[in-house]
């Protein structure tokens, strides 16, 4: 059974910082990709950052290029998002995900989810 865990979701003041992390327990990373989600209330889920364990490829939202940082640490199985230059609009429920094979901005292509973890960022 594969198992996400987030962690590191607060309130923040624009122009902040936070990080978020993500523990995935009973997972391989021969051939995966995992990525950040995010849905704000009456929203649809949207992909904010992936990343393809094997070369360490990454993606990003243009909303969010150039302000996050998806990283991972297989070491530890911890994957990360730092986000910088929040702004109110990043405020959402951030979830992280992992599939097989390659990356992915798409929430469908995802089969495993952990339960999310809030960001609020007040202006």
């Known amino acids: 059974q594969v198992q996400l865990v987030e962690s590191g979701g607060s309130s923040v003041q624009a122009g902040g910082s936070l990080r978020l992390s993500c523990v995935v327990s009973?997972?391989?990373?021969?051939?995966?990709?995992m990525g950040w989600f995010r849905q704000a209330p009456g929203k649809e889920r949207e992909g904010v950052a992936t990343i393809y364990a094997r070369f360490e490829r990454t993606y990003y939202a243009d909303s969010v290029k150039g302000r996050f940082t998806i990283s991972l640490d297989t070491a530890n199985n911890t994957m990360y998002l730092q986000m910088n230059s929040l702004k109110p609009e990043d405020t959402a429920m951030y979830y992280c995900?992992?599939?097989?094979?390659?990356?992915?901005?798409?929430?469908?292509?995802?089969?495993?989810w952990g339960q999310g973890t809030q960001v609020t960022v007040t202006s």
């Open positions: 995900a992992a599939k097989g094979g390659g990356y992915s901005l798409s929430p469908i292509d995802y089969q495993y």
């Open positions: 009973l997972y391989t990373y021969s051939d995966t990709s």
